[in-house]
């Protein structure tokens, strides 16, 4: 996996096997985990099972790791979109941003953007 930080803008670039998207899933669903990182800026995921609500995203810069915290709900929430992206056949990204009235996402999070195995852009309509 690799986690690319551009802490101008407070975001997250996230790139993964399909392997790699569902062990942090499998982590979100646990309420707990660590995953190293080997490429990016970020060492590593920390999953932390809270009382909520809703999902904090947020960059330990100290010790370089992506700590979501959160409770099951949203955790979930996550971790199907994370199964979706690592299984979606056609390639594509997913932008996780706050906004007003988000479902889970609470405000101050940082913005992931998580891409598909296959690579950021559909491949729909493209001819070889």
Known sequence: MKLSWDSRYGEVDVEGRAEELTA?????????????????????????????P????????????LVVLGDADGRELLAEGLREMAS????????IDHHP??????????????NSPLGGMPLRGKRS
Not at 54 to 65: C, K, M, P, Q, S
């Open 24 to 52: 942090l899933a499998l982590a979100l669903e646990a309420g707990e985990g660590h995953l190293t990182v080997e490429e990016g800026e970020l060492t590593g995921v920390e999953v932390v099972g809270t009382d909520g």
């Open 101 to 114: 009235g988000h479902a889970w996402l609470v405000e101050g999070s940082v913005a992931l953007v998580v």
């Open 88 to 95: 979606a056949d056609d390639g594509g990204h997913w932008h």
């Open 54 to 65: 809703g999902v904090v995203i947020r960059v330990d810069a100290g010790r370089r790791v």
